[in-house]
């Protein structure tokens, strides 16, 4: 499985070496081919072409949610319940939209997972939904 990961937050890097550890291969380049792409910023990573999406505290508005509307691939969300930049309702939305879905909710965590517990618990949801097989099959 080859995943893209967008971002440039310290959860992200703290991802790809974990994601690396789990021998996933991780890649940075937005044009090379990937089975998946993990990423806050939902119109970036909805214009990957993967089998499968990963959605770190997503913003969501108009534009965002009819993208989701033309999305059959699965779509996991992962969103702290104490987020106050982008609200959980943002992800309640978006998930509604989607045809085929998870949500992961991470309680307590804020935007950027700053706290060690929050950010082991957004990586072991994406590493453990990659490495099983019955759900990255969709």
């Known amino acids: 499985m080859r995943v893209l990961v967008m971002g440039n937050e310290q959860y992200v890097q703290d991802l790809l070496f974990h994601l690396r550890h789990a021998k ?13 792409v993990v990423g806050s910023d939902v119109e970036k990573v909805l214009s990957v072409p993967a089998s499968l999406y990963f959605l770190i505290a997503p913003h969501a508005d108009g534009r965002t949610l009819a993208l989701l ?14 987020d106050a ?38 990586i072991h949801h994406i590493i453990h ?10």
């Open 129 to 138: 939904y990659l490495s099983d097989p019955m759900c990255s099959k969709g």
């Open 69 to 82: 509307d033309d999305v059959s691939q699965p779509v996991v969300f992962l969103h702290g319940t104490a």
């Open 24 to 36: 996933i291969v991780c890649v940075r380049d937005e044009s090379a081919e990937c089975d998946a």
């Open 85 to 122: 930049v982008n609200p959980p309702s943002h992800t309640e939305a978006l998930s509604f939209h989607a045809k085929h879905k998870t949500v992961f909710w991470i309680a307590g965590a804020d935007h950027d997972f700053s706290h060690p517990y929050h950010r082991y618990q957004l």
